[in-house]
């Protein structure tokens, strides 16, 4: 059995199914561990009553760690978010002692093929991590961190445990969203383990943790109808920043990188994705879960601005080929 844990509020509770669907539809041996950080993402959840996947509220996690509690009204909503993570990763092995490996999966992963590879990597290991994998032309981006927070692995050991409780603990004296020195939220702490602590493993796998700032370093192909990454197989995409402008258009967030999707990969990658979104909007309420928030408006601009300024960004986008029109199932 492969165990797994995520977190998501109710803005991210549509990405956090698509990633237990992907799990289900790989013929994965999982379990899921999904803290839900408020009411409306924990209510809908226990309502849709899933297979395979234990429901957990987040005052369950404070109520068990009051010292973290402390920290909320010292951080953003998301900075709070940074630092129950290694926190939560530390309640599932503490609360369920039978897992002996326990992976972290943020919500906006998805998977096209069984991760079997990735955590046979971990054998002889106590804890796993990731590689940003920055293209060429994003490595000024280290400076936030050589390792993505997206996949994370703890065994159930001293070794593991050691190295979890270390991150947790820096997470709870310091957790924001902005660099300071040698720190950058609860991410540029894993620059550490592979220096402070045994037995880690930094995973090798082609398709792991594909992603926008990556994307350009590989070689994407089809070969009998899976998608290929230097001729290993997709195992799963972070679909980082990927956002539902409306209905019919959709930002995949290459453009931030400086890249452009290719065909194979607008319709291999993004359009299954895609669809399976528009799936869950119909289960878990309208598509609006899924769009970004609008700034304008929270900021008190007219709706005019609004306008204008949703019209030049998806003209802007569509032009440089970073955004993807769909209007149905089809991708264009």
């Not at 408020?38 to 369950?60: A, C, G, Q, W, Y």
């Not at 996690?61 to 909320?72: G, N, Q, Y």
């Not at 700032?213 to 009998?224: E, K, P, V, Y």
């Not at 194979?264 to 119909?282: A, D, H, S, T, W």
Request: proline fraction near 4%; hydrophobic fraction near 40%.
């Amino acid at each position: 059995m492969n165990y797994f844990c995520t977190y998501f509020d109710q803005h991210y509770l549509p990405r956090a199914l698509a990633l237990h669907h992907s799990l289900v539809a790989c013929s994965v041996n999982f379990h899921l561990f999904a803290m839900c950080m408020d009411d409306e993402s924990f209510e809908s959840l226990k309502d849709l009553n899933l297979p395979k996947i234990t429901v957990i509220h987040l005052r369950e996690l404070e109520e068990c760690h009051p010292a973290l509690l402390k920290t909320k009204d010292t951080r953003t909503k998301v900075e709070y978010y940074y630092t129950c993570g290694p926190s939560y990763i530390l309640y599932v092995l503490q609360h369920y002692p039978y897992v002996d490996l326990i992976t972290y999966l943020d919500a906006d992963l998805y998977f096209f093929s069984d991760p079997e590879p990735i955590l046979d990597e971990m054998d002889g290991h106590s804890v796993g991590i990731i590689e940003h994998r920055f293209s060429k032309r994003q490595q000024k981006l280290k400076r936030f961190g050589n390792f993505n927070v997206g996949w994370l692995s703890f065994r159930h050991d001293e070794a593991g445990l050691e190295c979890l409780r270390w991150w947790a603990d820096r997470c709870m004296e310091w957790c924001y969203d902005r660099l300071e020195g040698d720190k950058f939220a609860d991410q540029k702490y894993l620059d550490e383990f592979p220096l402070r602590f045994k037995s880690v493993r930094v995973v090798e796998h082609n398709g792991a943790n594909l992603a926008p700032w990556n994307l350009g370093n590989f070689s994407i192909a089809q070969r009998d109808g899976q998608i290929v990454v230097n001729d290993q197989p997709l195992i799963f995409f972070h679909f980082h920043g990927f956002k539902m402008l409306n209905s019919w258009l959709f930002d995949t967030n290459m453009g931030g990188y400086h890249s452009t999707p290719s065909k194979l990969v607008q319709q291999r990658i993004f359009g299954p994705y895609i669809r399976e979104l528009r799936e869950v909007g119909k289960r878990v309420g309208p598509a609006d879960t899924l769009r970004e928030v609008n700034r304008s408006k929270s900021r008190g601009y007219g709706t005019l601005l609004r306008v204008a300024r949703a019209a030049a960004q998806a003209g802007f986008g569509i032009l440089r080929r970073s955004y993807i029109i769909s209007f149905s199932t089809a991708l264009h």
